[in-house]
């Protein structure tokens, strides 16, 4: 699963398989994974059957060698070494605020557009997304895909009003938009989201697979990559996690060129890059025809999760929108650009990297069915991890370790960012920088400490309970995006009708979740229509519902801010006179990427 509080990372749980089936570990014993295909021939111990009916590939345990350790180490001693480097006071120079929460605003564009990337993918998204692309195919690339044309909004209409206005914190710009009530709302919530429901689970399931590949119990796991995330990003703040973060996400980018060539030439047979393009052509040819569509026709099994057009022009929308424009743990790299330029040329290497994510995790992922057939989705990664030699097992690897520790750091930092600006400061206002700074890394400590506590009792005792919250708080997912959508491009936007927007959100979204079950209670099974109604409302694709729960929260919240008087002085923030403008490289970058994304759906349509 995705993990992300009431962003598009949190309503993908119904593409992902849920947190009880994502301990997808390989039989630490040797041999297959319970669930695998064993060979046709069962007086013989092999392995699964292949697409070439040959059973020659056995899915043995991974096993971490001397190199493979060494690249491991080195991974980490560098990153470490890197962060504290780039942390260093220089001149006497003592962090305030603005240096640790927002790097001093002076991000360069490469750092913004990797970060981004860092921020997105962990190594939960890299299991979850590989088994999709094993059981849906390349329709599940359409987040990635449609991510980064919402990357190019974003960088047009969201931040130049962001940076001109100086914000730190979502919470912060609702407050100067709305009212000091919503901020503080606001804010609590995606506390308690981020540390019990995002943290928690990057958390757990990063040190699933941790646990895994090294063999090392996943208590003591979770206490590593914690403490390691600790070490590294606690001192410099955001400066050491977005820069650092260009290290991770090429480790990312060459675990997964790595993984896509050990899984072509598999195919095809032939280790060398031509072996590569045969498997990929082996692939196009041989994997069931389904897997290579983008749009889902309604007889698809997926087609609720997926459900056709709407990835496109539907309720994927909302859910991008809200996730990569007004989720404080994305936007923040944004925030600390040197200026909008700046932070547009970012936005825009991110969006050529969300292309070419699907190429390196959902293609091998769909490479699985042929190489592994019948493993359990989630197995898809994995399974292909047991390929890899020694040296190059150690490399994805280390890829693996780069995603959970960046979207640990990224996850701790916004944290310590929202608590210290938007709850810390309300009740000390004349606070000082160091006291700030303080803070901040005082509740990114504590923040870790809660989220290794809770991580078993949370996820691996209740995952049900787990599931349920991570569900409710994606019920919120469209009353965030009303609220901002409004208060960015709307004047006549009132704080009672942001409230409104925000509670609807979720009174709407949890009748359609639990529809079915409110149909059978006795006083409303006696009104048919209404019944059936509310059964139908849960059978809706859940994009589809985002859609119209979209819809109806606007409807209600401008209503609510017709039928109440403005109050010009709690605003604060101008949105009026904000310039739009950007450069020639900009729309010449933007045209590649929507011509790309054009030329992708119209081959895989």
């Known amino acids: 699963n995705a993990a992300a509080a ?119 998204q890299l299991i979850g997304m590989s088994g999709s692309g094993y059981a849906i195919g390349i329709a599940i690339a359409s987040y990635e895909w449609m991510a980064a044309l919402t990357l190019l909004i974003v960088g047009v209409f969201f931040l130049p009003v962001f940076l001109k206005n100086e914000i730190y914190t979502m919470p912060e710009f609702l407050k100067r938009r709305y009212g000091p009530n919503i901020q503080f709302v606001m804010a609590i919530l995606w506390l308690l989201m981020y540390v019990f429901v995002n943290l928690t689970s990057i958390l757990w399931l990063g040190s699933t697979a941790f646990s895994t590949v090294t063999g090392i119990s996943q208590e003591t796991s979770l206490i590593i990559l914690a403490t390691f995330c600790g070490a590294y990003a606690l001192y410099g703040g955001l400066k050491a996690i977005a820069l650092t973060d260009v290290v991770q996400v090429t480790m990312l980018v060459l675990g997964g060129l790595v993984i896509l060539f050990i899984a072509m030439t598999h195919l095809s047979g032939d280790f060398s890059f031509l072996g590569a393009v045969h498997g990929f052509q082996t692939l ?78 959902v293609v091998p992922g769909i490479a699985a069915v042929l190489i592994a057939p019948g493993i359990k989705n989630d197995q898809a990664y994995p399974t292909l991890m047991t390929l890899l030699p020694p040296g190059l097992l150690g490399i994805v690897f280390a890829a693996l370790i780069a995603a959970i520790i960046a979207s640990l750091g990224s996850k701790v930092n916004s944290i310590a960012t929202i608590f210290t600006m938007d709850v810390f400061k309300t009740f000390h206002k004349n606070a000082s920088g160091k006291t700030l700074v303080v803070t901040g890394r005082l509740t990114a400590i504590v923040s870790l400490v809660i989220a290794v506590l809770v991580a078993k009792p949370l996820i691996g005792g209740f995952d049900q309970a787990f599931q349920f919250i991570q569900d409710f708080s994606g019920f919120f997912t469209p009353g965030i995006c009303v609220i901002f959508l409004l208060g960015l491009f709307w004047k006549r936007a009132t704080e009672a009708g942001a409230l409104v927007g925000a509670i609807g959100s979720v009174a709407i979204s949890a009748v359609c979740y639990m529809g079915a079950k409110i149909a059978g209670i006795g006083a409303v099974a006696a009104h048919p229509a209404l019944a059936s109604a509310l059964t139908y409302a849960s059978n809706v694709p859940f994009l589809n519902r985002m859609g119209y729960t979209f819809l109806a929260c606007l409807a209600l919240a401008v209503v609510a801010s017709l039928m109440q008087k403005p109050k010009p002085e709690n605003v604060t923030v101008d949105v009026s006179n904000v310039d739009y403008s950007t450069s020639a490289a900009f729309k010449i970058a933007s045209g590649a990427i929507i011509a790309i994304l054009i030329a992708l759906y119209a081959t895989w349509w």
């Open 6 to 124: 009431a962003t598009i990372a949190l309503t993908r749980n119904a593409c992902y398989k849920p947190i009880a089936d994502t301990v997808w570990i390989l039989d630490r014993r040797g041999g297959l994974p319970r669930s695998a295909n064993r060979s046709r021939n069962k007086g013989r111990e092999a392995g699964v059957v292949d697409h070439r009916g040959k059973t020659g590939m056995r899915l043995a345990t991974m096993h971490l060698s001397a190199i493979d350790i060494a690249v491991v180490c080195c991974y980490f001693l560098f990153v470490f070494v890197l962060a504290q480097w780039v942390s260093r006071e220089k001149g006497g120079h003592k962090k305030d605020a603005k240096d640790y929460f927002l790097a001093s605003r002076a991000l360069p564009w490469w750092a913004i557009g990797t970060s981004l990337i860092a921020a997105n993918i962990s190594a939960e």
């Open 284 to 361: 196009l040819h041989q994997v069931p025809d389904d897997h290579f569509h983008m749009i889902l026709h309604p007889d698809n099994p997926y087609y609720k999760d997926l459900p056709g057009l709407s990835v496109i022009l539907g309720g994927m929308w909302v859910a991008n929108l809200s996730y990569w424009g007004f989720n404080q743990y994305i936007i923040q790299r944004g925030l600390a650009a040197k200026s909008v330029h700046e932070a547009q040329k970012g936005i825009v290497l991110a969006a050529f990297l969300k292309l070419l994510i699907p190429l390196l995790v």
